[in-house]
């Protein structure tokens, strides 16, 4: 079996009972590529995003930890207090990505060095690109293919 | 350095005590012969935490946020029922061995492998991915440096090496001293990984509550110290506790601790008390 499709059966079985779970690392061949992979590099004072904006769909914020303290990367809901994803344990010198499929609307992120208080937030939107959000294509016929055979 | 040390500290130290009791009790119980169920649980949990840790971070496939934390939530949640379950089967061992019926004992022990090897596998995995996760983006790391690998490294290590200086405590302790004790610090143990699968779902916004806190001592304990991540890899003490995490906390504590209590210390009352000395008489 190719390693991409191997990789993709065994998030699949991984993660059926929650069968939205799996995204594409890298989604090929959609236009959003550029776009929906942003860097975010949080140091002791900083909380710097490559981009404020980004088109819906599945969203990659490669994490970069250069202060000298552990941080945590948060996308909070508008309202700043609902936490829609994160990624934790990030020792200084280490990148983790967060992947998130990301409808349209406001958000607030927030880098959290030394993982107490209100951390640094700012601003966020994710604005409409048309693509529907959620598993498409190949992996959403074999979540479907997946779970067929699941269940009987 | 510092930092992923403590990371890798915190990570591991939950699971390498639980199962340095479990080892300190199969070999006290003389059933060496579970030695290998033990191993080969926790084998299996690191074996596939690894794996699929590498897959996610080097594959095509990514693992989103909520997938994870509901795996995280899932797997605390079971770990607590299987560590009650440890406690209570230490318990009624401790019960026979006070009133000496060596077939009850037998009975009580003979549990069977596959309870052995579900307990070290849960044990290890509940917090499997996540440390594997954090594990393989420290050896994604080292083309600009190898200090993150080295401090997580380093610091699971350290976890492993406490969970055996448990061991070796607890196997020099008298028998019923071993249970009681044992039993008791996992009843707490059991209470923050509960608490901790509250927080997770508070997270995931499945119960609500995330910002009501009960307490902040973030100022006094800082998560990133020493202290604060010894408390926090043992007890799944978190310096800022909400509210749903206090309450499922004391929720499974008092009660536990209070029917644990009665099973190994609770004398059934035989010998009839002395009488009340009447009130007028004392004065």
């Given at each position: 079996m190719p390693r991409a499709a191997l990789s993709a059966v065994a998030c699949a079985a991984l993660v059926l009972p929650f069968a939205t779970g799996c995204v594409a690392n890298t989604p090929a061949g959609s236009p959003a590529v550029g776009a929906g992979a942003l860097k975010v590099d949080s140091s002791a004072t900083a909380c710097t995003l490559s981009a404020a904006t980004a088109p819906s769909g599945t969203l990659t914020f490669s994490v970069t930890?250069?202060?000298s303290d552990m941080t945590e990367f948060y996308v909070l809901a508008a309202d700043g207090l609902r936490v829609v994803a994160e990624v934790e344990n990030l020792g200084p010198g280490l990148t983790r990505d967060l992947v998130m499929q990301a409808p349209p609307g406001a958000y607030v992120t927030q880098c959290k060095p030394g993982m107490v208080g209100e951390g640094i937030r700012s601003d966020f939107t994710v604005t409409d690109s048309g693509t529907p959000v959620g598993p498409t294509g190949h992996a959403a016929a074999q979540l479907a293919e997946a779970e067929e055979s699941y269940a009987s | 350095m510092l930092a992923n040390f403590l990371i890798g500290l915190r990570e591991g130290l939950e699971a390498a005590l639980v199962v340095g009791i479990l080892v300190a009790y199969v070999v006290k119980t003389h059933r060496r012969d579970l030695l290998p169920a033990v191993w080969a649980g926790v084998g299996f949990a690191v074996a596939v935490s690894l794996a699929f840790g590498a897959a996610l971070t080097f594959g095509p496939q990514g693992l989103s946020f909520e997938a994870q934390e509901a795996i995280g939530g899932s797997l605390s949640i079971a770990a607590v029922g299987l560590v009650t379950w440890m406690i209570f089967w230490m318990a009624r061992t401790a019960r026979f061995l006070k009133s000496n019926l060596q077939h009850g004992l037998d009975a009580a022990i003979e549990a069977g492998k596959r309870a052995v090897v579900m307990m070290a596998l849960f044990a290890v995995g509940r917090e499997g991915l996540e440390t594997a996760l954090f594990l393989w983006a420290s050896a994604k790391a080292t083309d600009t440096s190898t200090s993150p690998l080295l401090g997580a490294t380093l610091g699971l290590a350290a976890a492993i090496g406490l969970g055996w200086l448990v061991y070796r405590g607890a196997v020099r302790l008298d028998l019923r001293v071993f249970f009681a004790w044992t039993g008791l610090f996992l009843v707490v143990v059991a209470a923050g990984v509960l608490s901790y699968g509250a927080h997770d779902l508070q997270e995931a916004g499945?119960?609500?509550?995330?910002?009501?806190?009960?307490?902040?001592?973030s100022a006094a304990i800082?998560?990133?110290?020493w202290y604060g991540t010894l408390l926090k890899g043992v007890f799944n003490f978190s310096p800022a506790t909400t509210w749903v995490q206090l309450a499922a906390w004391v929720a499974y504590l008092v009660p536990t601790a209070t029917v644990f209590i009665r099973t190994t210390w609770g004398t059934p009352a035989r010998a009839p008390r002395p009488a009340p000395v009447p009130a007028g008489v004392r004065a």
């Open positions: 930890n250069s202060g | 499945v119960l609500p509550g995330l910002h009501a806190l009960a307490f902040d001592v800082a998560p990133t110290s």
